[in-house]
């Protein structure tokens, strides 16, 4: 009796994980890669791929940066019109 | 002494909630469990990332033609100004939607093969898009009177919004594309889990926030460079 209720949940277990390979990486509908992967695919897609998403997020990170400097030498350029505008005290005397 | 045409209050109030949504949004991005789907994995985080790119885009398209039109409505260079940085910063995120998609094709669809580039509709149309926007900036920089200018850029600048909705959203949904909602599929609503959702959504306004702090700064920045020396194109 015991025998069957192991038998059972084994069939249950069988069952789930049938359901899960839709989802794994080793699904059978999946394209099979054609030529063996580069070295840096090979470090890309390791983990799951969540390297690809550091990528991006870097991608968008280093978009920003670009912004914050643009506009730091945007601010520079109107600094030293002003500064060019301010009369030196020194030049009155 | 002008009126302030930046409400340096509600700028500051704004940009700190900005900053902490967005930090909450990242987190959330990372630390949540999404369902694994083969080729995608843990992939479908880029749609956090890649996807408010674009909304992104879409929204300065929309500030800056909403200036572009006040230009025509009332001839003021300040609203020529801003018309002209919301288009700045927005090809900027477009240039960064791109790169995004470059990088997350390569290492779903294309593993295995040396492609970067692909014959995708919707890479093709959003690079034409940047080209007709890169056309607006040199349009600019070849007229020399600031009125003049300004009208003239502001009714380009309408026809450049008007084609964006088209060649971004309605010309790639015709064609074979890898993008959700080509030839007839459900774009996103019948496939996306309930949960990604609730960080996709927050996404798209921290980004859009994060336009809008870029965009409000250079804003603050020309319109000073424009009262000191009346060059208001920078």
Known sequence: MNSQIIQDSLATDQAAST???AFDSLWAGGDIPTQSLSRMEQVMLADDKIFVVLAVVLIIWAGIVVLLLRNDKRLRDVERSVEERIPDPEDEL | MAEPVVNLKRY???????IGWVTCVLLAAFLLNIPKINILEHTARNLYFHVPMWFTMMA???????????????????????????ARVGAFFGVLGLLTGIVWSKFTWYVGTDIWWNMDPRQYMVSLQLLIYGAYFVLRSALDDPRKRSRIAAVYNLFAATTTPFLLYVIPRQMESLHPGAEGNP???????????????PAIIGFIG???IVYTQRVRISLLKYRVTQDSEM
């Open chain 2, 187 to 201: 774009a996103f609503s019948e496939i996306t889990d309930p949960l990604m959702r609730l960080v996709f959504y």
């Open chain 2, 12 to 18: 500051l109030l704004t940009r700190n909630l900005i």
């Open chain 1, 19 to 21: 359901v899960s390979t």
């Open chain 2, 210 to 212: 994060i336009f809008w």
């Open chain 2, 60 to 86: 300065a398209v929309f500030v800056s033609a909403y200036h572009s039109f006040k230009v025509l409505k009332t001839g003021d260079l300040v609203e020529d100004i801003r018309a002209l940085q919301a």
